[in-house]
């Protein structure tokens, strides 16, 4: 199976948060938009300033999504993503959001083969499901 990524499944078992998807579930070969990056790294950045992390808690998790990002094939920002992140979805989805459907969709177009979708964010899943991806996380 492959997989794409939102940034919310890496967020929560960065974070050690609870029903977080087991590592052993993330099937080896795992896409995502590179937007992820910078959602997962000023996510550590905010949480950093806003719940006053240590130093060496940020570190160590800064570390961790280090070491997670090499696992996951970065797919780039073109203006095939982009034209189709701008028109309609099934249902209501934020700008990111739109980039993370519209890149798996391209992605899956692209191989001409099917790609499940992990994430955590209930709306995220509700608009992939719409799309006809396996959702994982949900």
């Given at each position: ?16 948060e ?43 998790r ?50 001409k ?26």
């Amino acid at each position: 199976m492959k997989a794409y990524l939102d940034s919310s499944v890496v967020l929560r078992i960065i974070f050690g948060e609870p029903d977080s998807i087991d590592v052993g579930a993330v099937p080896e070969y795992t896409v995502a938009s590179e937007i992820l990056k910078i959602e997962c790294f000023r996510t550590l950045d905010r949480m950093r300033h806003g719940l006053r992390l240590h130093d060496d808690d940020v570190a160590e998790r800064s570390a961790f999504l280090h070491v997670a990002l090499k696992t996951i094939k970065f797919i780039k920002l073109n203006d095939e993503i982009m034209d189709r992140a701008s028109r309609p979805f099934p249902v209501v989805v934020k700008t990111l959001d739109a980039i993370h459907l519209s890149t798996a969709l391209v992605w899956q177009q692209e191989k001409k083969e099917p790609i499940s979708f992990f994430t955590h964010h209930e709306q995220l899943a509700r608009a992939a499901k719409a799309l006809g991806f396996q959702i994982l996380g949900c």
